[in-house]
């Protein structure tokens, strides 16, 4: 086709309408003439124009689908934008809770710790002293077993019951056992 019946733009159905009218007008006008050659190109053109206007159809319906499309597709992405910047928001929300939470924790465990000294702290005094009375206690026992043990021993003294003596050593195991829990 000739560049010059190309028509281009958003009109370009009517004025295909239009050229086709026209041509036809000249075919008739030609009809008249009978001239063969000039009849037959028209006939072309009109052929060529028709099918134009079919695409130009065609061509319409895409654009008001991909029109319809582009506004689905930007309606997404701003969804999209609205989600992420939650989504932002709530990771931002989280960060600061953490960080309040971790601070927390590290003052309480600061705390915990220095209660956990403070207790080994007592805990070894209190052992100390224990040992000490244990110490003390046992060196009594043994004291007094050995001056059992010596008046049982002492040929002047009169026999003493061994009885007496059982006793006492177990009453004193007993005790230092009792007294280690």
Sequence with gaps: ????????????????????????????ISVNEVNPSKLKLLRQYIKELKAENAEISNFRRKILEFDAERVDLRRKISEFDAEIAELKHKI???????????????????????????LEKKNTKENAKLRDRIMKNTLKKVDEIRKTVNHVNDPDKSMVDLNIVTEFVQDLLEELLSSDD
């Design 1 to 28: 086709m000739k560049s010059k019946y190309k028509i281009i733009g958003d009109k370009s159905s009517e004025q295909i309408d239009y050229a086709i009218k026209y041509i036809s007008f000249i075919l008739i």
């Design 92 to 118: 931002a929300e989280a960060l600061r809770a953490n960080e309040e939470y971790n601070k927390r924790r590290d003052a309480e465990n600061a705390k915990l710790k220095a209660r956990i000294k403070e």
